[in-house]
């Protein structure tokens, strides 16, 4: 196996100026589509030890780079999921939260004036 250092992962000066992808700030690169984190809980019973699901965390970003859906899962099963809407020109123009059934708990959605400058979230 070779081991290499990570290197940094470096932005250009100029992107600060630009908008940065959901995809960017998350850290990553190239074409993510998803990504899950998943975590365990070992227990030992009878001399063998076994692994049961714990958390579970999955985020998708569109082909663009924008977070499109955010699920999130409980040990107990439980789970919550977060989507959000976005124009052709990759304004955000809404995110909903839904429960386990599937149904809408709230929904945010995003106002912007004629020169795409962010003006007012509702509620």
């Given at each position: 196996m070779i081991e290499r250092e990570a290197?940094?992962?470096?932005?250009?000066?100029?992107?600060k100026y630009q908008m940065r992808t959901d995809?960017?700030?998350?850290?990553?690169?190239?074409?993510?589509?998803t990504v899950l984190v998943e975590t365990a809980q070992f227990e030992e019973q009878a001399g063998q030890i076994t692994e049961k699901p714990?958390?579970?965390h999955r985020t998708t970003f569109?082909?663009?780079g924008w977070l499109i859906?955010?699920?999130?899962?409980n040990p107990d099963g439980s789970e919550?999921?977060?989507?959000?809407d976005y124009s052709d020109s990759g304004k955000l123009l809404a995110t909903s939260?839904?429960?386990?059934?599937?149904?809408?708990?709230?929904?945010v959605r995003y106002i912007y004036e004629v020169s795409s400058r962010h003006l007012w979230r509702h509620p």
């Open positions: 290197q940094p992962y470096v932005v250009s000066p100029l992107v995809r960017l700030r998350y850290g990553l690169r190239g074409a993510v589509k714990w958390f579970s569109n082909q663009d859906e955010q699920t999130n899962r919550w999921r977060t989507a959000s939260s839904y429960e386990a059934s599937g149904a809408r708990v709230s929904e």
